[in-house]
């Protein structure tokens, strides 16, 4: 191919959202191909779907028979042996609630090796699964996240936040259908917040909130340390009185907040409104 490799990658940037014409460029020619597995690799998801389809016939049987051990995240060894990981810059991990220290354990070594990741999605996550883990597993992370998406967050809010506040460069956080257990689980105590101080001065979305306490929202803004400095809000599936509890405790900051209470439309309310 005859165009300059600058001019390719422009061209390649501007296809960035269309996986299949990317992966059609990548078979076309050097330069192209050079040009797109960034682009076609930035994000990785790691599914149960993804998992089984590069397991052996022999891995199978293993896992038919309820031997996981070492095979239910092999995806993430899969791409690290093909030197892929370099290029993530989105890390999906949809492996249910049964996601633990215990599956990364023996792909540790590749799942260390993603420290490049500006976002964070993990779905059903538990947080007492992790409790005392996120040093040993998330510290490649700490330098780079600034977007951290849980969903379908599972147990007391704070045993949640313990986990969100552990990243030090954190800007925005996203809680989908979080259930706020407010009594947490038998036999264990809920943990006082403690504070790293990430600059969370980005959004802050929480949907399908169903607290058990009146006041989880205002209980959920005063344990943020830095919760007044997000530059926009957003609730869905709440009661408005709720809604109003959060804008109690923001400061100066906020630019925007919207809610969509249950059962009324959406507001969007601008900075100059405040509620005393």
Not at 245 to 260: R, W
């Amino acid at each position: 191919m005859g165009l300059p490799q600058e001019l390719v990658e422009c061209i390649m940037n501007i296809l960035q959202d269309n996986r299949k014409a990317l992966k059609a460029c990548s078979l076309t020619c050097k330069s192209m191909f050079a040009s797109t597995r960034h682009l076609i690799h930035q994000t990785l998801r790691v599914t149960n779907e993804a998992n089984q389809r590069i397991l052996t016939p022999a891995e199978k049987m293993r896992y038919a028979q309820g031997d996981h051990h070492g095979l239910e995240l092999r995806f993430l060894s899969f791409m690290g042996e093909r030197d892929l990981l370099k290029y993530a810059r989105h890390l999906d991990i949809r492996m249910g609630s049964r996601f633990s220290p215990y599956m990364i354990e023996p792909h540790l070594q590749h799942f260390q090796s993603l420290d490049r990741i500006h976002t964070l999605t993990v779905h059903s996550y538990n947080p007492l699964r992790w409790c005392a883990a996120y040093n040993t597993y998330f510290m490649q992370l700490f330098p780079t996240l600034t977007t951290l998406v849980l969903e379908f967050p599972v147990g007391h809010y704070r045993y949640v936040l313990q986990f969100v506040l552990q990243f030090p460069n954190l800007q925005n956080l996203t809680l989908d259908y979080l259930r706020n257990e407010a009594q947490g689980w038998p036999g264990i105590l809920v943990p006082p917040v403690v504070s790293q101080s990430p600059p969370l001065r980005g959004h802050l979305r929480c949907t399908g909130l169903s607290p058990m306490n009146p006041m989880w929202p205002r209980e959920f803004a005063l344990d943020l340390p830095n919760g007044i400095n997000f530059r926009s809000i957003e609730f869905r599936g709440i009661h408005w009185e709720q809604g109003q509890q959060i804008l109690d405790g923001c400061a100066s900051s906020l630019e925007e907040f919207t809610i969509q209470a249950i059962g009324s439309g959406e507001e969007s309310l601008p900075r100059l409104i405040s509620y005393n």
